[in-house]
RNA sequence: GGCCCCAUCGUCUAACGGUUAGGACACUACCCUUUCAAGGUAGCGAUACGGGUUCGAAUCCCGUUGGGGUCACCA
């Protein structure tokens, strides 16, 4: 069975990579009939952030790709958080250090920096670990570790010949062994590093397709090494291409790129994001532009992936967005849905009839919901604001407004057929363009010239409430 | 700097030896029109460079350049 997993360790805010990773080792599990896990690598204690792995999680369900295994679902094969496998770990460590193929070094963080810095100010370029206990007798390294003194457990790489690593994207990558460093292990505080801990994990779990960030396959070969030191088959490797920033540099959020938080937070739909995230680097075979996780289901191959880094747009997330709001979704389904972001954003106003005719009408209008508020205002307040425009425009409508609002007042019905032959009579009679009569009623009704239509605009604020302000737009206008 | 990956319009991409190099975002113009949008039409705009291979290269090979990544007791 196929099997895949995101690691993400929980440091920070849910990063769009996360979801970008989670997405295809999701799509691919599913296409497969196979699994999709996340294991959460904490086993740095000192970046741990205790609500990080919890926002994680809770991206992942937001985002609609709940894995079928993790911290909050766990099964047979877990636990699903690192730090729970530590002695795991450790007796894989064993293994590693019995058979030959780890060795225990004895120096302390600063003798490595000092010895680093040395080499730096003689000008030579860091080379790795100089492998000083690398050939320590068995007996002295274990005697001093049964003394109490702190240790390492270090990868013994081979000193010749290649490591080579076949990415089912890029072909075989060929790495010199002189190359490698021997990479730490096991931590002075017993802990695993990641190369030990994610391949003991991934091969306890079944892992059988490792797709990650492109970061990681330079350190790939240390990784096969450790697999074929333990004596377990490699995991397909599959390394993606890189989301960068504006930049051009990677996506990351320490450069003040958004997080799947701020997207959130700006009103943009979950499958829009995904929809988004599925065309960077991969295309539908049809060219089509708007597809779904279940689309990405049914025609992903390995074969209509681009290896040239990708640039995170938010222009484009932004219109596809409103595409989404559009053309994808219901009507019922868009006011929900932004009436729920709404009440998440502390703005109270009742999902019914009023609210969803004016959805109806803003909707080309707004492309993530975080703008509608602020275009939407003045149909549910009395009290909106006119704003310069709008107060000229209700300059100009002085000599009329009194009367248009009369005619308003007599109108037989209010409804946008009997309100469009009003207001076009009206401006006939007055011998105004259309347009002059309507720009300041639309000032009147709305504060602003921006606004949807005319007669749909009077038809949803209804009667009353038009000639109501109306009467205060007039005396504003006055003062 | 060593090593590794990558390279088509500003951006996301299509093309898997033969196309006027296609589409989308953005931008510009026009249409629609009561404003703002949405929508429609058109325009602008790319195979980084140099060598090969081939009847024929965006496509295959080599080099150059450029960009990115990685060189932690972080993942």
Redesign the pocket.
Known sequence: MVVTRI???PTGDPHVGTAYQALFNTVFARQNGGKFIVRI?D??RA?YNATSETRILDMLDWLGLTPDASPRHEDELGPYTQSLRADLHREHARRLLDAGHAYRAF???EE?DAR?KAAEERGE??R??DRRDRDLPREESDRRAAAGE?F?LRLRVPLEGETVVRDRL?GD????NR?L?DK?LL???G?P??HLAAMVDDHLMGVTHVIRA??????TPIHVLILRGLGWDEPEWIHTP?L?GPT???YSKRRGDPSVEDFRRMGVLPEALLNFLG???W?MPD?R?IFGVQDMIEHFTW??V??????F?V??LR?LN??YL?EVLTEEDVATRLHAFLTEQGVQVPLDDHFRAVVRLMV??FEVFSEFWEKSTYFFTEDYAFNEKALKLLADGRDFLDDLRRALAEAPAFDQTTLEALLRGFADSAGLK??KV??PL?AAVAGT???????ELLEVLGRERVLSRLDRAMSVASA
């Open positions: 690691a993400p360790s690598e086993t740095d970046r120096d302390t963080s490595l680093r370029s860091y790795g670990y702190p390492v890029r990558v060929r790495f010199d190359e460093d730490v931590k002075t505080d802990f590093t990641y492109e970061e990681w396959l330079v350190s890189w960068l051009g540099k990677k065309m960077m680097g295309s060219g532009e074969e209509r681009s290896l040239g880094g990708s640039t747009d222009t484009k219109w409103g595409k559009r080309p209008r259309p347009g309507m720009q639309r010239p921006e606004s949807p239509g005319m007669f």
